[in-house]
């Protein structure tokens, strides 16, 4: 069983900063990518950021620049550091990672921590 538990969320005012964890409860190594998702106010969810076992990121183009993704592999943990915070960045942000020696592939998302960004 694989959990996967994001803090970090908050209220926070537009320029802000904030950053948000990820705790998994299995070693990092484990998973092929882990990433952040995040869902605004009646959209769909859509991808933030990814990282790769070997440190490869990639980002949407509305955050680049702006948000950092990173991992500390010794405390399981991935981090998202969020900076020039927009309110259109409010949104339930989702932590995720995914095995790629299963077929299908697995996926495993956390429970999701609120941002606010507003004045």
């Known amino acids: 069983q694989v959990r996967l538990v994001e803090s970090g969320g908050g209220l926070v005012q537009p320029g802000g900063s904030l950053r948000l964890s990820c705790a998994s409860s299995?070693?990092?190594?484990?998973?092929?990518?882990m990433g952040w998702y995040r869902q605004p106010p009646g959209k769909q969810r859509e991808l933030v950021a990814t990282i790769t076992a070997g440190g490869s990121t990639n980002y949407a183009d509305s955050v680049k620049d702006r948000f950092t993704i990173s991992r500390d592999n010794g405390k399981n943990t991935v981090y998202l550091q969020m900076n020039s915070l927009k309110p259109e960045d409010t949104a339930v942000y989702y932590c995720?990672?995914?095995?790629?020696?299963?077929?299908?592939?697995?996926?495993?998302w956390g429970q999701g921590t609120q941002v606010t960004v507003s004045s």
């Open positions: 299995r070693s990092i190594f484990s998973f092929n990518t």
């Open positions: 995720y990672a995914r095995q790629t020696m299963w077929r299908p592939p697995r996926d495993y």
